[in-house]
Structure formats: structure tokens, C-alpha cells
């Protein structure tokens, strides 16, 4: 750890932003482990449910593949499950949801019920191109779901799972014509950001560098007591 956890009592409820292939389940994964608290990553929860071949998987697939937005219903449930089952207490990073202004007044309404509220945004910048380059590059165990990318974090044998030993897919929706879709999407739900910065609880964070360094500008901004927004 490059610095101390700060001993703060807070309700860590963190929303983390960016487009897609920001590197935001990477850092989430490394932010839920600082605070010892859960990410939960909508993204991965859907793609768990089509894994075991469940009926909501099977009706996500299609629009997952294509690039595009699963209805608010579906993910608002599978968030109030996790805030039900008291896996987070203490907080969350929140990874690939909200991803729509009405996914972001459910979550707050949701955390109302409960006594809470979101602690901080935190918008993860990357240019488009970048994006795009990332997304084309990045491979996924079929089995376990790690990530890795062929030039920035190879495996250490081509195609398989360091930690599993399972195969390495690209995901269908990682595809260059799907990635420019992705973005599209992710473009058009832009008063999100909006929405977080009205309430004084975004904070902006270049994305661009070496991931410890992303990491360490994320955490500070996590961190941050909240007098100094
Ligand atoms: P991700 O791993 O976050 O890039 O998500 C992969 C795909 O899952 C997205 O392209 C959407 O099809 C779907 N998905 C994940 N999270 C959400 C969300 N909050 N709202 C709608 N669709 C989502």
C-alpha cells in the first residue's frame, strides 16, 4: 500500500465513473480490498447470470452482446438484493452502476430507505481513442473472470488464467464495433456526471497513466474527509 488507510468512521458508498474499459473493475477490485468493504460491479453480476445459464441471463445476452443498456429494472434489483443481505455495511464501490440518471435517483432512494447515502463520485477520465485501444486489448477467464490485457497486463501463458488456468476469451462486447457502441451509450448517458456534480459529490480523476498511479490519485480522492469538495 503506497499510503496508510485513513482510520475515518464513514459509510464508504463510493460510485465510481468512466467509460467503459477505464480500468474501473480493476481499481474497484484494489479500492474494495483498501477499505475492506465489497465492489459490487452490475456488469460482473450479469455476466455471472448468464454463466450459470439462469433465466435473467438468458435475457440479458443479446443486449449485453450488442453493446447496449439492460433495462433499470433489472439492475436496480440486483443492487437492492446486495444492499438487503448486509454485505455492506461499512460501504461499497459501486462499478459500472449507475449508469443512468433514474439508476442513480434508485440508488439514492434505495439508500435512503436504509439511513444512507452515496459518499463520493468519482469520475474516472479517458479519451475515446484510449478507450477504444484498451477495450480491443483486454481478455477475460471464461472461468473465474479475472481480466487481463495483452500488452498492459499479459497472463504469463498466452490465452490462460494465471490464477485458474482457465481460457482467456475476449468479450463479445470488447469487439471494435461494439466497443464504439459502448461508447456511444456511455456518451449519451453523460448528465449522470451532471447529476453527481449538482450534489457536490464528484470528484475527477485522470485515468491515464500506470495503474498504481491511477490507483493512488483514486484513493486520495476516496479518501478525502468531504470538507474539501
Ligand atoms: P460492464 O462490465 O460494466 O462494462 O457491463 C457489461 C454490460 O452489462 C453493459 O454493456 C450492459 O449491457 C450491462 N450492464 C452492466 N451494468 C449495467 C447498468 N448499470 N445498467 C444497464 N446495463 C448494465
Redesign the pocket.
Given at each position: 500500500m503506497p499510503f496508510a488507510v485513513p482510520k475515518v468512521d464513514r459509510d464508504r458508498l463510493v460510485v465510481l465513473l468512466g467509460p467503459?474499459?477505464a480500468g474501473?473493475?480493476t481499481q474497484a477490485k484494489r479500492l474494495a480490498q483498501r477499505y475492506g468493504i465489497p465492489q459490487l460491479?452490475?456488469?460482473?453480476?450479469?455476466?455471472d447470470a448468464r454463466a450459470k445459464g439462469s433465466e435473467l441471463g438468458k435475457r440479458?445476452a443479446a443486449?449485453?452482446d450488442?453493446?447496449?443498456?439492460?433495462?433499470?429494472d433489472?439492475?436496480i434489483a440486483l443492487i437492492e438484493e446486495k444492499l438487503a443481505d448486509g454485505s455492506t455495511k461499512g460501504g461499497a464501490i459501486f462499478?459500472?452502476?449507475?449508469?443512468?440518471v433514474a439508476?442513480a435517483e434508485a440508488l439514492d432512494a434505495m439508500l435512503t430507505r436504509h439511513g444512507r447515502h452515496v459518499d463520493r463520485a468519482v469520475l474516472m477520465y479517458v479519451p475515446d481513442d484510449e478507450v477504444v485501444r484498451r477495450n480491443s486489448g483486454r481478455r477475460m477467464c471464461s472461468k473465474c473472470q479475472r481480466t487481463y490485457h495483452v500488452e498492459f497486463s499479459p497472463p504469463k501463458v498466452a490465452d490462460v488464467c494465471d490464477a485458474c488456468g482457465g481460457e482467456l476469451i475476449q468479450?463479445a462486447?470488447d469487439r471494435p464495433e461494439k466497443i464504439r457502441a459502448?461508447l456511444e451509450?456511455y456518451h449519451r448517458e453523460a448528465p449522470l456526471v451532471g447529476y453527481y456534480e449538482g450534489k457536490k459529490l464528484l470528484r475527477r480523476v485522470d485515468g491515464i497513466g500506470l495503474l498504481d498511479d491511477v490507483y493512488d490519485r483514486l484513493a486520495r480522492a476516496v479518501d478525502g474527509n468531504g470538507d474539501d469538495r
Open positions: 467503459p474499459g474501473k473493475g460491479s452490475t456488469g460482473d453480476m450479469l455476466r440479458v443486449v449485453m450488442a453493446g447496449h443498456l439492460v433495462s433499470d433489472i439492475v462499478d459500472g452502476f449507475p449508469r443512468t439508476q468479450r462486447d459502448r451509450v
